[in-house]
């Protein structure tokens, strides 16, 4: 995760997360923000530092969840205090590489999750785009 970086801001009485994607200023969003002792995470898709994807639904799945986690920890927050998930991905018949990887990152956090299936996300080469919601103590 050394490729992420993170910068964080106050605004409005809140914490907020930037990627540096270019899609933030344009749209007018945070990558998360913490209000109090809840982090709310945007949409994350899987994209590498250098602006590619790669084809792998699995690989993206975990590179999306990297970028949630720096996020959650420039925000004092943990992935372990994550509560739920919403996943997006563009076939959901391939559902058990993203399940895979959800497993390996939140098998013992167990969060609430929903996955569905979407006709395209806002980049073409992206498969999944994941939320996450956590409750800092």
Not at 31 to 43: E, H
Not at 48 to 53: M, R, T, V
Not at 54 to 72: C, G, K, V, Y
Not at 89 to 97: N, Q
């Given at each position: 995760m050394s490729d992420?970086?993170?910068t964080v801001?106050?605004?409005?009485?809140?914490?907020?997360?930037?990627?540096?994607?270019?899609?933030?200023?344009k749209m007018g969003y945070s990558?998360?923000?913490?209000?109090?002792?809840?982090?709310?995470?945007?949409?994350t898709v899987?994209?590498?530092?250098?602006?590619?994807?790669?084809?792998?639904?699995?690989?993206?799945?975990?590179?999306?969840?990297?970028?949630?986690?720096?996020?959650?920890e420039a925000l004092g927050g943990r992935?372990?205090?994550v509560y739920r998930t919403r996943m997006y991905?563009?076939?959901?018949?391939?559902?058990?590489?993203v399940a895979s990887v959800h497993g390996e990152v939140f098998g013992d956090?167990?969060?609430a999750t929903t996955i569905v299936e979407v006709t395209r996300l806002i980049d073409d080469a992206a498969l999944i785009e994941i939320e996450a919601d956590a409750?800092?103590?």
């Open positions: 992420i970086n993170i801001t106050d605004r409005h009485g809140r914490q907020c997360a930037s990627s540096g994607s270019a899609w933030e200023p990558r998360a923000v913490r209000a109090g002792n809840t982090i709310a995470v945007t949409g899987g994209v590498n530092a250098d602006g590619s994807y790669s084809d792998s639904l699995a690989d993206q799945t975990r590179r999306s969840l990297e970028i949630i986690q720096a996020a959650l992935i372990e205090q991905v563009t076939d959901v018949s391939l559902w058990e590489e956090i167990r969060p409750l800092v103590s």
